[in-house]
């Protein structure tokens, strides 16, 4: 309903949904923060409602504004009526029963709600603490806040002598965010921030940069970097890329926060670069960046892409493929790009990396072309292309066995092997031969014949 009544208005409001308790905005974001119509107190524990007061704290700027529009709990206490009914609009009327719990702390509230044709469409419970004026400013205070102000009563009238409930008598409490103590600290004296920052070991070899070790460009970056970061004011850098004593300098100086740039890993290991996150949480030193298990999963491109994949987040197709694997699934589209499954930085990446056909995507990992290429290798080029086109596909049915030998016929000798193409014609031409998975004659048949047109 907010969220039409905004738009009709014409009116840019953000609206978002959450536990109260935790919400996700901006640390210091916020100049003032409203709590509405009633809307505090539904949780069971008191220690709940403290916790949305801190989480407001943490929204709110320096000295930001915290209004509260909530029930008189003592009149609420003393005058609620017990039963009651109401139509809400021409279709709709609402029937509730109120009571008071055991301990007189809550009002616990039944609501009916009753279309006119349909019958019950709601029959829900709540319960709402009843706060003094006293009380609140208690709480308020517990979780931090400063000069809290009282600002009015608020009695509200029906002019269809309707229940109002816990909307009939409210007052506004407004309350101010505290100063941190880090920020009272700054204005007294205005010391820099201290930050360490962590890169790769230039002394020693590096398998991911050009040559094996850090060269010119790589020196050129990171001093550029330390020029730039010299220039912010109100921070102060110191610089670590000896890994040799990394671990001993971080034990005896443990630095306030670490800016991680070492993407080269700990010792230049690639394989190591979830290492020094995982260093300095044992160390309880705070970083910057993804954590040990982020880029433990993150340097397997095959783990990111089903991750992304489940998250519903579009991915290229993708097939994992061996050199050393006697049957593998080649991509069925062309051209595709074949890359490394581990690692970064474009390794493995090569101008030959953009594969045509099957003969060149067993080819590139090992470097071969024509005749260096197995037979085995073609055969099964041939063949992948006949089964990936002739099965079914949840995007599209089997093309048929034609329209395979059709497009091995249109490339044989270039794409595919000539051989196993003229192999693979023949066995189709013979009645007798059975294309399923587990027939005898299958990838058998094919093997021999292809072997026979070789020799």
């Keep these: 309903m907010a969220r039409r009544r905004a738009k009709a208005a014409g009116l840019n409001v953000r609206f978002k949904e959450g536990d109260a308790r935790k919400f996700s905005v901006a640390e210091g974001g916020y100049d003032t923060v409203l709590v509405m119509g009633n809307s505090f107190g539904y949780f069971s524990q008191e220690q709940d409602d403290l916790a949305v007061l801190t989480s407001i704290k943490r929204a709110l700027r320096p000295l930001g504004n915290l209004v509260i529009d909530v029930t008189d709990g003592n009149w609420m206490r003393e005058n609620f009526e017990r039963r009651s009914w109401e139509w809400i609009d021409e279709n709709h009327f609402v029937c509730r029963e109120r009571s008071l719990s055991t301990d007189g702390d809550r009002l616990i509230s039944r609501e009916v709600v009753v279309h006119a044709e349909k019958g019950v469409i709601a029959d829900q419970f709540y319960a709402e603490r009843l706060y003094s004026l006293e009380r609140l400013q208690d709480l308020l205070a517990r979780a931090g806040f400063r000069n809290i102000r009282f600002k009015g009563e608020v009695r509200a009238e029906s002019q269809r002598g309707a229940d109002l409930g816990m909307m009939a008598v409210r007052y506004l409490v407004v309350a101010q965010a505290p100063v941190l103590a880090a920020e009272r600290a700054g204005r007294r004296r205005q010391e820099p921030v201290a930050v360490t920052v962590i890169f790769g070991d230039p002394r020693l070899p590096d398998p991911v940069k050009r040559d094996g070790l850090f060269n010119i460009e790589d020196l ?35 630095p306030s926060l670490v800016l991680n740039l070492c993407d080269e890993g700990f010792d230049n290991e690639p394989t190591q670069e979830l ?54 699934t080649m991509p069925s589209v062309f051209p595709a790009l074949i890359k490394p499954c581990n690692g970064d930085s474009s390794i493995g990446i090569t101008q030959q990396a953009v594969v045509h056909d099957v003969e060149e995507a067993v ?93």
């Excluded at 220039?231 to 971080?250: A, I, V």
């Excluded at 292309?385 to 093309?399: C, F």
């Excluded at 395979?404 to 003229?422: C, K, P, Q």
Aim: net charge negative; glycine share 8%; charged share 25%.
């Design 220 to 254: 050129d970056t990171i001093d550029r970097f330390k020029e730039a970061a010299e220039s912010l004011q109100g921070y102060q850098f110191r610089y670590l890329d000896d890994h040799g004593t990394l671990m001993k300098e971080l034990r005896e100086n443990p």
């Design 363 to 455: 080819a590139y990992p090992n470097g071969l072309e024509g005749d260096q290429i197995s037979l085995l290798a073609r055969i099964t080029g041939v063949a992948d292309v006949m089964e990936s086109m002739t099965s079914h596909r949840p995007y599209r049915p089997g093309l048929g066995v034609e329209r395979a030998l059709e497009e091995l016929t249109s490339h044989r000798g270039s794409r595919y092997d000539a051989d196993a193409v003229e192999a693979c014609r023949q066995l189709f031409a013979n009645d007798n031969f059975e294309w399923r998975v587990g027939a005898d004659s299958g990838a058998a048949a094919l093997t021999q014949m292809s072997l026979k047109a070789a020799g």
């Design 275 to 328: 290492h020094v996150p995982a260093l300095l949480e044992i160390l309880g030193i705070p970083y910057t960046g993804a954590g040990p298990a982020a880029l433990g999963i993150c340097y397997n491109k095959a783990y990111v892409g089903a991750v992304a994949s489940a998250s519903d987040i579009p991915v290229p197709l993708e097939t994992y493929f061996d050199p050393d694997d006697q049957a593998a």
